[in-house]
């Protein structure tokens, strides 16, 4: 389960910016998450519930935006979101996509005070 090393990760993220702002609790972390990542959505939150415990992120909580599958056709340059994992451009039908989005694994904002 590499969940857990990715919520460890976030939260070495979200301490390290909670003492560069002097700050003493994390409410929250922002994330960006990808279709395509890798994460399982349910397993890193259940993991994150394991890794704050004991830490001044102790009770927060990881609000998950997801990143749908964005493909580029490289016949006909349309840019769409993948659907279903059909990576076929829904303007020419071509099987020559290149995937532009929807890997992501971003923090974007920590709350905290």
């Not at 290149?98 to 005070?113: A, F």
């Amino acid at each position: 389960m590499h969940e857990m090393s990715i919520a460890e990760g976030i939260l070495d993220i979200a301490l390290d910016t909670m003492r560069q702002n002097n700050g003493i609790i994390i409410h929250s972390v922002q994330l960006d998450l990808g279709l395509m990542s890798g994460v399982e959505p349910d397993a890193l939150l259940f993991c994150w519930d394991a890794v704050v415990k004991g830490t001044a992120a102790e009770g927060s909580k990881i609000d998950i935006h997801t990143i749908p599958i964005t493909g580029q056709c490289l016949d006909c340059d349309a840019v769409f979101d993948v659907q279903n994992y059909a990576f076929i451009c829904p303007h020419c039908e071509s099987k020559y996509i290149n995937t532009i989005g929807g890997r992501e694994l971003q923090v974007t904002s920590i709350d905290i005070d």
